[in-house]
């Protein structure tokens, strides 16, 4: 392999197997898509078949469309828990008709258990540090190589073995995290990944989000209200809880990003909320003043006045002094103490 094929560059080639002309990828630019080693390549390759169809006068791979679309179908495959042998032998009776794998190719081996379907994990379960890695590494790929039905596929997934919180805290947020440090480590380079697996996690939480009966409200306690700071645009976490507080038959009023602190504020004086939940992401944008004025207001008749517990989120609040305002350490604590506030706040206020 030269110096060219390990970058990635483009080279001119033969045409592929359909006559095409067009002179496919390299190894090196096909794992950056995929989210694999070039050595992983290699290896499907060697051991299941799962490689170029043609190669160039030196043995160069060049990777032609129809390469890259069963090598994406071993991506899914492999990462929702198929074992390898048996992923390849699926790929390429999905992507080739009976009789045209490549002369060279080796039959793969009938995987261990061939024929039986992949164990799951039961639902609502903790996943073990093995399995949630697993998981987040066939995210992260599937992300990276901007596959947004696999990433889709595989949020739903770890959301129906674990359960809604389990699945943010040991999938989801580790993924976010990961994708975020190669965006800040690789200067600039794979925001389109980070946007991509946001938005994917984004409509996985509230397709989850269950919708409150029309009667659950009039003559209870206040919804908790959850909002970003002004100038934080980070809703990700304020969408996990809502979510999980649907499951457990809090209201909510969920307001988003970036929430004027006038609109803020007047949303509270409306509604009487149980608990206001604020988010800032960054130290910046973090208004203490802003959650202090929200804290302190009231509502109600003289003598039975009542005031919205207030909870701060996000790392942004850190080192603050929060002056009676919670920080709770994670999820479960957060809906802990919510749920707990809701059920023993008094009436709303005027809505």
Not at 89 to 111: F, L, M, T
């Amino acid at each position: 392999m030269d110096a060219s094929e390990a970058a990635g560059t483009p080279q001119s080639g033969p045409a592929g197997p359909s006559g095409s002309g067009e002179p496919g990828l390299s190894t090196g630019a096909l794992a950056r898509r995929l989210g694999v080693s070039p050595t992983t390549l290699r290896s499907w390759d060697r051991r299941y078949g799962i490689g170029p169809a043609a190669r160039t006068d030196g043995r160069h791979r060049r990777w032609t469309p129809q390469d890259v679309a069963l090598l994406e179908t071993m991506c899914r495959l492999t990462a929702s828990g198929v074992p390898p042998a048996e992923a390849a032998r699926a790929a390429q009776q999905r992507a080739r008709p009976s009789g045209s794998r490549r002369p060279d190719a080796v039959a793969p081996a009938p995987a261990a258990g061939a024929g039986r379907a992949v164990p799951r994990v039961p639902a609502s379960g903790t996943p073990s540090r093995g399995d949630a890695r697993q998981e987040g590494r066939g995210l992260a790929r599937a992300a990276v190589r901007l596959d947004a039905p696999a990433v889709g596929e595989q949020v739903e997934a770890a959301v129906t073995r674990y359960g809604l919180v389990a699945a943010w805290h040991e999938v989801m947020v580790p993924t976010l995290h990961a994708v975020g440090r190669k965006w800040a480590s690789s200067g600039d380079r794979y925001v389109e990944v980070e946007h991509l697996l946001s938005w994917q996690v984004s409509t996985s939480l509230r397709r989850h989000t269950r919708q409150p009966a029309a009667t659950a409200e009039p003559t209870g306690a206040g919804p908790v209200v959850l909002a970003c700071v002004p100038g934080e645009q980070h809703t990700l976490p304020l969408e996990a809880l809502d979510a999980a507080l649907s499951h457990l038959g809090v209201p909510t009023r969920m307001f988003g990003a970036a929430v004027p602190a006038e609109a803020l504020v007047a949303a509270v004086r409306r509604l009487g909320p149980a608990a206001v939940v604020l988010w800032a992401q960054a130290r910046s944008t973090a208004s203490l003043p802003l959650a202090e004025h929200i804290a302190a207001m009231e509502w109600g008749v003289k003598g039975a006045r009542a005031q919205p517990l207030m909870m701060l989120g996000g790392p942004g609040w850190a080192g603050r002094p929060a002056r009676g305002m919670l920080r709770p350490s994670g999820l479960p604590e957060a809906l802990d103490t919510l749920k707990a506030a809701y059920d023993a706040a008094p009436p709303g206020g005027p809505r």
